[in-house]
């Protein structure tokens, strides 16, 4: 079957773009309500219950108090910038979902309907261009506002993003040295198995082959969402609200829609990189890829189309839940913490394993082991033990760790030098 064109692809493009826009929003709004009510449940309490059965309809209700507020603008604000700060801040996070496949193809009467806004050839290249663009509303905000509060968040958040964007893009080069290219189908195709048609592919997700990637990935898609341990540009007991402290009304309702549409986005990110997008565990009926000459492999049918964007649904929202649980059981770091992570742990050891996969795979070539299950073991076995040496033996508590860390190292540097005192004064 051939895929969509002229003017079918047109309107199915149009109509795609409304159908996941809608999609997206209607998520955003429910997994607020889902964060509340997991936070009820692990701090032993309710959650909301009391507008609507259960409380669903509670996140209208926020929905409609936002719309309702009195807009203010702080004299000292500057009136363009400042409102075009929440503008930036919320379509990033929204737009990226364009590259995202979120099922497997639709064959229709027209033809085959990608489930995917923008199969474009440079989508891994688009999502770290666009995702750097997040930074721009939150400097905005900080600046324009004319509050040493906002600024200080906006200082703050920016120095946070840029950081963590470098270390997000050196844990993907690895995606790239294995799948060869960079558009986002072929990287959920290179996750399946498809016994000799068309290119050869590892047949297993890779968060195993590239478990350090996955990892650290983790970790900067955390810290680009700016949510505990990484809501430094937020912390209340110190900035008030940080960058957005004078914003109210639907323009504060923006930075926290954009916020929840960043998770989001991060979590589809994941699943696709490295759980394996919308491919149904220990099922090869879904195996479906259509090459680049237009040739399709497999038997693309509506009921798998179904059945795949359910399994992308599941994963997303089991990497979500994940968000959730972190926000609510750590506590933030400090700032310095915060920085040292990004530049001393996560950005060193991305760069370190760049040369390592790469020196991996050029092994493997040489050694002549075909690409698929045994070159996927090999890299996994590599990959358990780095990430051993990373974890227990490398850091060992010197970057990754708390404040009571740096607390007993100052009481044990007090403790010498008042030890040393003494022994000078008794031998005077």
């Known amino acids: 079957m051939e895929t969509l064109t002229g003017a079918h692809f047109l309107w199915m493009t149009i109509f795609k773009v409304v159908l996941f826009f809608t999609l997206l929003m209607l998520m955003v709004g429910g997994l607020v309500l889902f964060e509340r009510k997991v936070a009820g449940f692990i701090q032993d309490r309710s959650?909301?219950?009391?507008?609507?059965?259960?409380?669903?309809?509670?996140?209208m209700a926020d929905g409609i108090k936002f719309l309702l507020k009195e807009e203010t603008y702080p004299d000292a604000a500057l009136t363009v910038f400042y409102l075009l700060a929440p503008m930036l801040a919320m379509v990033p996070a929204t737009i990226l979902f364009a590259v995202i496949p979120f099922a497997s193809p639709l064959?229709?009467?027209?033809?085959?309907?990608?489930m995917i806004v923008a199969d474009?050839?440079?989508?891994?290249?688009?999502?770290?261009a666009i995702g750097s663009f997040g930074v721009y509303g939150v400097v905005m905000a900080g600046w324009s506002s004319g509050s040493k509060y906002a600024f200080l968040g906006g200082m703050r958040g920016s120095a946070q993003m840029i950081s963590y964007e470098v270390g997000l893009a050196l844990t993907l080069v690895p995606?790239?040295?294995?799948?060869?290219?960079?558009?986002?189908?072929?990287?959920?195709?290179?996750?399946?198995?498809?016994?000799?048609?068309?290119?050869?592919?590892?047949?297993?997700?890779?968060?195993?082959?590239?478990?350090?990637?996955f990892f650290l990935?983790?970790?900067?898609?955390?810290?680009?969402?700016?949510?505990?341990?990484?809501?430094?540009?937020?912390?209340?007991?110190?900035?008030?609200?940080?960058?957005?402290?004078?914003?109210?009304?639907?323009?504060?309702?923006?930075?926290?829609?954009?916020?929840?549409?960043?998770?989001?986005?991060?979590?589809?990110?994941?699943?696709?990189?490295?759980?394996g997008g919308w491919d149904i565990p220990f099922w090869h009926g879904d195996n479906i890829r259509v090459l680049a000459d237009g040739t399709v492999i497999g038997d693309p049918t509506w009921w798998k189309t179904v059945l795949t964007f359910l399994s992308f649904t599941i994963k997303t929202s089991l990497v979500v839940t994940v968000?959730?649980?972190?926000?609510?059981?750590?506590?933030?770091?400090?700032?310095?913490?915060?920085?040292?992570?990004?530049?001393?742990?996560?950005?060193?050891?991305?760069?370190?394993?760049?040369?390592?996969?790469?020196?991996?795979?050029?092994?493997?070539?040489?050694?002549?082991?075909?690409?698929?299950?045994?070159?996927?073991?090999?890299?996994?076995?590599?990959?358990?033990?780095?990430?051993?040496?990373?974890?227990?033996?490398?850091?060992?508590?010197?970057?990754a760790r708390g404040a009571a860390y740096t607390v007993m190292r100052r009481l044990e540097r007090a403790s010498r030098r008042s030890g040393a005192g003494s022994a000078t004064v008794g031998r005077s």
């Open 217 to 275: 990935f983790f970790i900067t898609g955390l810290a680009e969402t700016k949510r505990i341990p990484f809501d430094l540009p937020e912390a209340e007991s110190e900035l008030i609200a940080g960058y957005h402290t004078e914003y109210s009304a639907m323009k504060f309702g923006m930075f926290f829609l954009g916020e929840y549409a960043h998770m989001l986005t991060t979590a589809a990110l994941i699943t696709v990189f490295f759980l």
């Open 175 to 213: 995606i790239v040295l294995l799948g060869g290219g960079v558009r986002i189908p072929d990287l959920i195709s290179l996750q399946q198995g498809f016994s000799g048609q068309g290119p050869a592919t590892l047949g297993v997700w890779l968060f195993l082959p590239l478990g350090v990637s």
């Open 323 to 399: 968000f959730v649980w972190i926000r609510w059981t750590l506590p933030r770091f400090r700032y310095d913490q915060l920085m040292e992570l990004g530049w001393k742990f996560v950005i060193v050891a991305a760069t370190a394993y760049v040369f390592v996969v790469a020196g991996s795979v050029l092994v493997l070539d040489r050694l002549g082991i075909p690409f698929g299950l045994l070159y996927a073991a090999i890299l996994t076995g590599v990959n358990v033990v780095l990430l051993g040496l990373l974890v227990l033996v490398i850091d060992r508590g010197r970057l």
């Open 107 to 114: 064959p229709t009467g027209w033809g085959l309907v990608h």
């Open 47 to 59: 959650g909301p219950n009391r507008v609507g059965p259960w409380g669903l309809l509670q996140t």
């Open 120 to 128: 474009v050839p440079v989508g891994f290249l688009y999502v770290l």
